[in-house]
């Protein structure tokens, strides 16, 4: 089955700086999707990229797909205190009904 | 911006009690699905839900799970006996992807259901 599994498992940075977090899966995919959740709530839905994409961006968030080495990275530019949460990813194979596979997650830790 | 919602937010329950979680997707999706998330684990897939059958499921959701749409709004999990490895987030989604004619399958969740089975 496919597997999303990130890195770090946790990161912690200072507000301003520049968060890189990973993802690298094991099978074919349609789409890879980050998610964030904050402590103890609900998923939040960041971006979704294409298996025929390469990068894409949105606000301060650029993700990108190499689905050669089967992995994706998320990058959050001048991080703020409030992206303090886990960030997953999580891949489907294209069909509307298709279950999401998440990964472990990478617990971000903005400090002010 | 319209949301998923979910109650209770938290429900508590004894071992072999059925408990049903609800949700309500967004009015205008297609798909619905229910995920799971043990503490400090994964978030996982157990069924989706479309033109009012069950379209996939994992082998998490075995006979003791039932899903329902008992009208236009609400999406139901049903669990019969539950046991104490039960005891997680339980969590709603939809999406408005229509087969056919795009390839994106972004999934809405909801704040989720904290089940505590003692």
């Known amino acids: 089955s496919q597997q999303g599994e990130e890195d770090p498992q946790a990161l912690s940075i200072q507000e301003g700086e520049n968060a890189t977090m990973n993802c690298s899966y094991k099978?074919?995919?349609?789409?890879l999707q980050w998610y964030r959740q904050n402590s103890g709530r609900g998923l939040v839905h960041l971006i979704l990229i294409r298996s025929n994409e390469r990068e894409k961006h949105s606000g301060r968030l650029r993700v990108t797909l190499d689905t050669s080495k089967k992995s994706s990275s998320l990058l959050i530019t001048a991080s703020r205190a409030a992206d303090t949460a886990s960030y997953f990813c999580a891949t489907d194979w294209g069909g509307g009904a298709d279950g999401l596979t998440f990964g472990k997650g990478t617990h971000l830790i903005i400090q002010p | 911006e319209p949301e998923v919602t979910q109650t209770p937010s938290h429900q508590v329950t004894q071992m072999g009690q059925e408990v049903i979680l609800r949700c309500v997707p967004i009015s205008n999706h297609l798909y619905f699905y229910w995920y799971r998330q043990i503490l400090g684990q994964k978030v996982e897939f157990l069924v989706s839900f479309y033109n009012n059958e069950i379209s996939e499921k994992s082998e998490i959701f075995d006979d003791q799970f039932s899903v329902e749409r008992p009208d236009g709004s609400n999406f139901t999990l049903k669990i019969r006996s539950t046991k104490l490895e039960d005891s997680a987030m339980y969590f709603c989604?939809?999406?408005?992807?229509?087969?056919?004619?795009?390839?994106?399958?972004?999934?809405?969740f909801g704040p989720g259901t904290r089940l505590t089975v003692l």
């Open positions: 099978t074919s995919i349609n789409n």
């Open positions: 989604a939809s999406s408005p992807w229509l087969a056919g004619l795009g390839k994106e399958n972004t999934q809405y």
